[in-house]
């Protein structure tokens, strides 16, 4: 990249000069960091397991108390403290890598082969040049990264900000109001019979809802209703289809081969829930009634 080009308000070069001053006070910082924990360490050694003891027990023994003393002494919170102690105690000095932030110890501390992972940072996705980010480290860990560049970490950045029902349900009405997301969610069968089953409910509920006086029905519901019922017909059309597509396809894959008894029952007991199935949906689209008798519930669940 020309060194008059823009980075933000000032040149590329000028802009390589801030970076190569600011890596200067990253490492300076992460020398830092790391003295306190270690003299916190000298002063409050990590207990014989490794200091995964509660809190609490730290508490007891007297170590809170003075590692509070020396974090007010030296004009540092107490879990800036903690945590560098922490830390410190995972990284004995020659383990430590240079180039790598405190923040990337930290992060990193959590897996066993730290001490071999940290020689090898990934490759950046701006440069291809192989360096520690915070988001690199917290991949390797498995936590959310601040700038997801995955299919998957966007998908996981949406659910943490849709946790809220009202806001997921916004979120998702917004999306299926495009026509391709819309397709490529009708094709997920899941979805789409929830989707259904939602807009039977609904209509359902809204049958029974008492009609307010002098109120017109809305003229979309009663298409509304068609396609609903249209709809279920098909998935129930497509259920058959996907049954007998599926056992034609595996019945002639067992020739030759010869079923225990135990399995000879089992497939027995199944087609019998099939032929009562098949024989329930016959006669609810020939009377209409489509409530199943206790033992025809049974027999599905497999009673």
Known sequence: MPANTKVGSVT????????????KLVEADTKIQFVIGDHALEIEPMRPHGGSQPASDEELLGVRETLEMYAEDIGVPYNQVRLNRQTASKWPAEYRADGASFEIHRILEKLDDRFERIKNPPLHPRDGVPRWTQDAAKRQVGWRVESPQTV???????????????????????FLRRPAVASRAAGDDTARHLF?????????????????????????????????????????????????????????????????????????????????TCE?????VGSGHLDMDEELAKLLRGE
């Open 196 to 276: 259904n089953k939602a807009q039977s409910d609904r209509w359902r509920q809204d049958e029974e809802t008492e009609p307010v006086p002098g109120r017109p029905e809305d003229p979309v519901a009663p298409v509304v209703r068609h396609l609903d019922r249209t709809i279920e017909f098909l998935d129930l059309i497509g259920a058959c289809h996907k049954f007998v597509a599926a056992t034609g396809r595996l019945v002639p894959q067992m020739r030759g081969r010869r079923l225990s008894d135990d399995e000879q029952d089992l497939i027995h007991k199944n087609v019998a829930r099939v032929r009562a």
């Open 280 to 284: 329930w949906v016959e006669a609810a």
């Open 12 to 23: 590329r070069a000028r802009y390589e000069e801030i970076i190569t001053e600011d890596r």
């Open 152 to 174: 998957q970490e966007k998908v996981e950045a949406i659910h943490d900000l849709a946790a809220d029902e009202h806001v997921a349900a916004r979120v998702a009405t917004d």
